[in-house]
Structure formats: C-alpha cells, structure tokens
C-alpha cells in the first residue's frame, strides 16, 4: 500500500533563513501530491499540489515554492523565511496512478511543525 | 467553491457515550473523506464513501448524497478515541479535496 515519508518532523528556524521539507511516497507511481499547512487552531489549507515531474501548481500567493524533481519525491522550499510561515505542514497524495491503480484513498505524511523565530 | 461545515466545533464526552459528528457540503461530490487527527499531528484517513454507510468496528459514517451531509458515529466511545476528525469532501471531476475545520473531540474516563 501507499506511504508517504515526511521529515523532519520539528524545526525551528530564524526569521529570513532558507526552508527545505521533503517528501516521498512508496508504493505507487505517478501520484497526485500535495502540501498542505495548518495554522494553530485552523483547518487545512491547500499550499501547492502536482500532478507528475515538474509540474506544480499554487493555490495561493506566498513566499514558498515548491519542486516535484522526481515522480515520488515532493519539496516545499523557501529562501527566506517569515514569522508567519509558521505552521504545521503536512504532505499528501490523493489521486493520480493510473487505471486500475488509481489512489482514491488519502494518505498523509506525518507532518512538519514548523517554529519560525 | 466547496463550503465544508462540521459541527459540533468541540465535543466533550463521557467513555462510553454515543457521538455524532455531522458534516455538510455545498457543491456536488464524488466521495467524501473523514479524517483523523491525533495531538501529535498525524493524520489517518478512517473512511472513504460516495454512498451510503460504511462501518469499521465501533466507527460508523453515512453519507446522503441529495442532502449534501455525512455524519461520522463513535460507539461505545473511549478515551483513545479523543482527537479532532476532519470532513473532506472530495468534488465531483476532482481529487483535490476540500476540508472543514475539523471536531475537537475529548473522552473523559
């Protein structure tokens, strides 16, 4: 069955430094992926998602980017981050494989607490 | 754009109590998704229906599709059954999901 890798698990960065979160997935290929953050007390919200190799797209205007360099492998990035980037980050895979194998069910990463000070 | 509401926000409970958490939605969906949310963050999904009802031991959760509304059911419930669940319907033509706030659910031995 899918699985998803997401690390590390807390960080905690100074106010302008670089972020990298990575995940991967195993057991199925050509997956839709996605990042996902949630703030303290609030729902899920939609960051990035990818539908196969360098293909992202952004739900909403920030300073993060992401990169899909390989089919299993998803990176959120930032150069320089911010205090209110703050945030629980969760990577997902929802949808995509193909035919027969196509991921109807959620799986989620274990998540990123994310500190910035 | 899909409008997700979940009630109750929070739920306190006695071990053993019957729980409803009740989820509606605005737009025409494909299936719908009910999610787990340990403290540490983590989350599992519990179900995946387009109709009817679905049952995973002392888990239960329906879906009306005319209405527009799911409910998810805890019997029998137990302190380790404490987290927040989390509706997320999923539109029809779609796989993005869209989420609700979520039920902050506490058991109390």
């Known amino acids: 069955s899918q699985t998803i890798h997401q690390w590390p698990a807390t960080l905690v960065q100074p106010v302008g430094s670089p972020l990298s979160l990575e995940c991967t997935v195993e057991?199925?290929?050509?997956?839709?992926l996605y990042w996902y953050r949630q703030a303290a007390g609030r729902g899920l919200q939609l960051l990035f998602y990818s539908v196969g190799i360098g293909q992202i797209s952004s739900e909403v205007p920030q300073n993060l980017s992401a990169s899909r360099p390989q089919d299993r492998q998803f990176i959120l990035s930032s150069k320089k981050l911010l205090l209110s980037d703050s945030g629980f980050y969760l990577c997902?895979?929802?949808?995509?494989?193909?035919?027969?194998?196509?991921?109807?069910?959620?799986?989620f990463g274990q998540g990123t607490r994310l500190t910035v000070v | 754009k899909n409008e997700v509401e979940q009630s109750p926000q929070n739920l306190t409970a006695q071990e053993g109590e019957f729980i409803t958490i009740n989820c509606s939605y605005s737009v025409g969906i494909s299936a719908l998704h009910w999610l787990q949310q340990h403290p540490g963050g983590g989350i599992v999904s519990l179900f995946m229906?387009?109709?009817g009802k679905k049952k995973h031991g002392r888990l239960i959760a329906t879906i009306n599709i005319q209405e527009k509304h799911s409910s998810l059911h805890i019997t029998a419930s137990h302190p380790r059954d404490s987290a927040v669940y989390i509706c997320a319907p999923r539109e029809a033509g779609s796989y993005q999901l869209t989420f609700g706030k979520g039920t902050k659910l506490s058991v109390i031995p």
């Open positions: 057991g199925t290929s050509n997956p839709n």
């Open positions: 229906l387009s109709s």
């Open positions: 997902a895979l929802h949808g995509g494989g193909g035919g027969a194998r196509r991921n109807t069910e959620a799986f």
